[in-house]
Structure formats: C-alpha cells, structure tokens
C-alpha cells in the first residue's frame, strides 16, 4: 500500500507504522520476506520524505535482492525501490557508498544496458547521476 498510493505516508508516520517497520527489519523472529517487505515500505515512506532517512539495514536488505533471480517479483521491487529513494531528494550519497548501492547501481546499470532493457538502465543512471556518480557509459561493439 505505502508503494502504490504515497497519500498514505503521512498517514503511516503519524500513526509510528515507521518504528514498527524499523523493528521488522530487524526482528530476528521475522521471515526473511517479512524483513524485505518491512525495508521496502521504509524506503518509499523515505523516498518521499526528506525527514525520514533510509537507514543501513533497509538498503542492505534491498540491495541484497539484486543478485537473486527473478522468479517471485522481490528484485523487480527492490529495484524500484531503490531507484525511487536514489532518485528522491533524502538520498545520500556518502550512504550509498557505504553499503554497496554505488556499486550495485552501476552494475545494474550495466548489466540492464547489456540486456537492451533501455528504460531501466537509464532509471539506473538518472540515480547514479542524483547520487552524484557519473553515468555508466554503454559499450558499442566494434
């Protein structure tokens, strides 16, 4: 719900939803899709609000998903994910760096580029480029 319709955010904030969202993550007793999906919704809440800051364990959680298959959605939607909040005005860069997400960014970039999946790796550098690293350049075959 916090993905697809951002009129509730102000909504899940006021109600503490982040501090439970922000606990699920890190609930030892929690499933691994429960944490994903936890992070996910932080990550959007912080996409659209510069007060809300994604932190290390929601990035990590996400970016962890990028090297997983596509077989049930997950990476698709960690990848928009991480592209929106890379995207959004609260992203920051020294963070980024910290956790992979620079490296992960550029790689997906790559590899989307390599895939002719166009849009994508350009969603990748207009993220790259937000976080202040220049873009991934396509190889052209000779």
Avoid: F
Avoid at 65 to 84: F, K, M, T, V
Avoid at 85 to 106: F, I, K, Y
């Amino acid at each position: 719900m916090i993905e697809v319709a951002p009129a509730t955010h102000e909504g899940v904030v006021e109600a503490g939803g982040v501090a439970v969202l922000s606990t699920l993550t890190q609930e030892a007793s929690a499933s691994d899709l429960c944490k994903l999906a936890a992070a996910m919704a932080l990550v959007y809440l912080a996409s659209t609000r510069p007060d809300l800051p994604a932190d290390d364990t929601c990035l990590s959680l996400l970016l962890s998903r990028l090297d997983q298959p596509e077989d049930d959605g997950w990476r698709r939607d960690s990848i928009n994910a991480l592209l929106a909040l890379a995207t959004s005005s609260s992203a920051c860069a020294e963070q980024w760096h910290r956790v992979g997400g620079v490296a992960a960014l550029q790689a997906l970039a790559r590899e989307t580029a390599g895939e002719g999946v166009e849009r994508q790796a350009e969603r990748c550098n207009e993220a790259l480029v937000s976080l202040g690293v220049r873009r991934v350049r396509r190889r052209t075959a000779a």
